[in-house]
């Protein structure tokens, strides 16, 4: 018999996998006051605590600015998820926290920019590519592009894999927003 | 003169220009605060130039800025109030943060006010500039830079609020001095709190309810309590008690959680964790309901977890929702205040619904734990002939018994080592609020400042610091307030020449290499009292011993008491790290049954 550790989490302490020992990655997504240093905080906690961050976006979202989201992909077991979700959840200015991985089916996209210098064989290669991907060309030179795409960060790792062997210069990602599906919201 | 200018005569209000340091005090007198304590520098000069011409709030001058936090944190705990801090910018903060972090890790409600320089010269290497809210983020509960003047009220309630709601901790207030020169608005209390910060206090009903059927399930149920109950204040305490009594069931206690449940009550088991007593752990090892409320599972009462109470159902009250399978996975979680969780349990067992407890097993249990007391775990032998050597232990157990001797309402404070250890295992308490001990961070220095706090609070209360030589002179130089405010505090020092705790485990873990754990160079502390205007007293054999202490007691004015004892003592019994609780070493007393320190172990110590 387990339950629920309070009213406000409604995330399992299971992993998608089923197993209390695997680890999983998780996309937490966190609404806080727009305040100085709340991102401090929330980097300080992960940090301290030794949890990893694989990626972390924040933006205000609401009108007037007061409040902001911070979405952040990290992994580990579903205990240490868990650990995570509370211990954001007892910072002050934390309004609310939600593991999306386990709270249900959710989108998690992210942009990339990936610039490819190159020319000849390899330049039609990488531009048949893109449009195979829809990815937008957003510069372009004799010599290099400038390519645009967003989505699942998977389809953005491939994307990214393709494109090394035909000139990959450089690459630049946001991190991912995310959202639940469904009516349902944070 | 009309109704209208005669109210803002007697009480300014936002159109009379206060300065920031006034908005700062009214702010403060309005939470109820009566005692400060701070040490003055360049960035608080105005704060102080308001204290001198206000006699409402008193400033309590200490001689290092660690000892005002460890002061207020004295007040705090003796008093279940707010302490309140004040220190400059820079060194002023800095020598804070220990303080601070020490409050944190054992829930002391504190307000820390620091002074920074001007908002306009931040970042700029300014003369005493620190990063303070940078540096004590994480050794706050929360903390704030106040930029704009108008923030700074709200500010003001607010961290008072954060402070003693939900989990207590420390909130620091960041002071640029331009912000407490300048003009400020003042403003009152908001009633509506801040929606991010929504401390759950009601406990959820149904997982009281499961609770307590599990609880009348048990065989071998235990109570483990900590320093949430006494944080739950002392109705929370009383509360507790009834429920242990109506229950029937045996109750231990953490090292913060000491006095929730009086120590002289039967059905208390002792102090549970590394060193705590036999019967207690051994129960927690053996229980098959363990009620875990308002502790935290820290790893000085855990051992081993994987072998921690391995065949109990557990039920883990907290106010903290983070403390919830941190460490142990639970069975059933109950977020919410300790002292309506208690409420709510004595509700559901009064309804009396489901299987009758099992009398019997209760009874079969208590006769287990009653074999394993019979053990008389802290027991030592003390040499009576006149000259001989004092054992720290014997020189404890005095203390506590000729204290209650006077009849006289106690507190007692601590250093951090092993005479910590033998107060929690000596001293009895029947109270909460009057055991002053630093649990999580551990910090030597604590007692002296801490005892500061504690007689400021109870003026006529007794105070005594058991201490250690080598810990007492990390804040000696608070005999310094204590002169300055002839507070009659009793520091009595348990003077075994070492780091007694360091070359305990040295023997045990490193093969008796006392690497530099030996006391050298002492003061006499006697003179060293004489000089700080105390009373100096000193014991060497035990004819001297009791006649030492009541003298001690009975001095009416501060005293420091040079307690020389046998310097090789170790304190049992003791679970060494990485070992379960029924891997425990006993003293040589003790039938010895000694836990083979492993590797594993030495990397936790
Ligand atoms: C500030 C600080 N530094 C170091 C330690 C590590 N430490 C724990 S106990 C101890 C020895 C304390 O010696 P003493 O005060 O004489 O007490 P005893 O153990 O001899 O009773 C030390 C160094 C600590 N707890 N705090
Ligand atoms: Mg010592």
């Known amino acids: 018999m387990k339950h629920a550790a309070g009213a406000s989490s409604a995330t399992t302490s299971t992993s998608p996998s089923g197993r209390d020992n695997d680890e999983y990655r998780a996309v937490i997504s966190v609404l806080v006051d727009n305040e100085s240093g709340v991102l401090a905080r929330v980097v300080g906690l992960f940090s301290g605590r030794g949890y990893n961050i694989e990626s972390l976006t924040v933006a205000p979202v609401e009108d007037d600015g007061a409040r902001s989201r911070i979405n952040i992909v990290t992994s580990g077991t579903p205990a240490i998820i868990e650990q995570i979700r509370a211990q954001l959840d007892r910072l002050v200015p934390v309004c609310r926290v939600a593991n999306l991985t386990t709270l249900g089916p959710h989108i998690a996209r992210e942009m990339v920019l990936v610039k490819v210098v190159s020319t000849g064989e390899a330049r039609t290669e990488a531009l048949r590519i893109a449009e195979a991907f829809r990815a937008r060309a957003v510069d372009t030179t004799a010599s290099s592009f400038v390519f645009e795409l967003t989505g699942a960060s998977e389809k953005l790792d491939s994307f990214v894999e393709l494109m090394r062997p035909l000139g990959l210069a450089e690459v630049s990602r946001t991190g991912v927003a995310a959202l639940t599906r469904g009516p349902r919201s944070l | ?239 507790l008690g009834r429920l242990v009594h109506m229950t029937g069931f045996p109750c231990t206690s953490t090292l913060m959680g000491l006095g929730a449940f009086p120590s002289s009550d039967p059905q208390f088991v002792g102090m549970l964790g590394m060193h705590g007593t036999y019967e207690a752990n051994l129960a927690t090892h053996d229980c098959d309901v363990l009620i875990a409320l308002g502790s935290r599972f820290d790893d000085r009462v855990t051992g081993r977890v994987d072998a921690f109470s391995p065949r109990s159902f557990k039920i883990h009250a907290d106010i903290d929702p983070s403390q919830i399978n941190k460490i142990i996975q639970v069975d059933i979680p109950i977020i919410g205040d300790a002292g309506r969780t208690i409420a709510a349990m004595i509700e559901e067992w009064e309804r009396a619904e489901g299987p009758a407890p099992d009398a019997d097993a209760l009874k079969n249990w208590w006769e287990h734990i009653e074999g394993w007391r019979a053990l008389d775990c802290l027991r030592f032998t003390q040499d009576p002939a006149p000259d001989a050597i004092i054992k720290p232990q014997k020189a404890i157990q005095r203390i506590y018994e000729l204290a209650l001797e006077t009849g006289r309402d106690t507190y007692v404070s601590t250093e951090v080592g092993q005479h910590q250890m033998w107060a929690a295992q000596f001293f009895k308490f029947e109270q909460p609020n009057r055991w002053l001990t630093s649990g999580g961070l551990g910090t030597m220095g604590y007692g002296l400042p801490a005892a500061v706090g504690a007689q400021l609070a109870h003026p006529d209360a007794l105070i005594i610091d058991v201490a250690g030589e080598a810990s007492t002179l990390m804040n000696i130089q608070e005999l310094g307030t204590i002169a300055q405010y002839r507070l009659p505090v009793k520091l009595f020092i348990i003077n075994n020449q070492y780091m007694g705790m360091v070359r305990q485990w040295q023997e045990l873990l490193h093969g008796s290499r006392y690497s530099e754990s030996y006391s050298s160079a002492l003061p006499d502390f006697v003179k060293l009292a004489e000089s700080f205007h105390a009373k100096g007293f000193r014991a060497r054999t035990m004819a001297e011993l009791d006649d030492t202490i009541r003298a001690a007691l009975a001095h009416d004015g501060a005293v420091v008491v040079d307690l020389c004892v046998a310097e090789g003592e170790n304190c049992f019994p003791m679970i060494p790290s990485g070992a379960a609780h029924n891997e425990m070493i006993l003293g040589p007393e003790q039938e010895a049954q000694g836990a083979v320190v492993t590797n594993e172990g030495k990397m936790l110590v």
């Open chain 2, 1 to 239: 003169m009309n109704a209208a200018t005669q109210t803002t005569a007697a009480q300014p209000n936002a159109s009379t220009t206060l300065s920031g340091a006034e908005v700062l005090l009214r702010a403060l007198e309005e939470q109820g605060v009566e005692v400060v304590f701070g040490y003055p520098g360049g960035a608080v000069l105005p704060i102080y130039d308001a204290l001198f011409q206000q006699d409402r709030i008193r400033h309590i001058l200490v001689r290092h800025e660690q000892a005002a936090v460890h002061a207020a944190e004295g007040y705090a705990r003796s008093t279940g109030r707010v302490g309140v801090v004040l220190v400059t910018s820079g060194p002023g903060a800095t020598n804070a943060v220990t303080g601070l972090l020490d409050a944190l890790m054992d829930s002391v409600p504190l307000v820390c006010l620091s002074g920074q320089v001007p908002v306009q010269l931040i970042g700029n290497d300014a003369f005493q500039e620190a990063d303070t809210t940078g540096i004590t983020r994480p050794a706050t509960k929360y903390n704030y830079l106040v930029k704009k003047p108008e923030d700074l009220a709200r500010t003001v309630h607010e961290a008072f609020e954060i402070a003693r709601s939900g989990r207590p901790g420390p909130v620091l207030i960041d002071l640029p001095k331009n912000i407490t020169v300048g003009p400020a608005p003042y403003a009152p209390p908001s009633t509506q709190g801040r929606r991010s910060y929504q401390p759950r206090v009601e406990p959820d009903r149904e997982a009281v309810r499961e609770a307590v059927a599990a609880m009348r399930r048990g065989k071998r149920p235990l109570f483990y309590v900590g320093g949430g109950v006494i944080n739950a204040g002392p109705e929370a305490c009383e509360a």
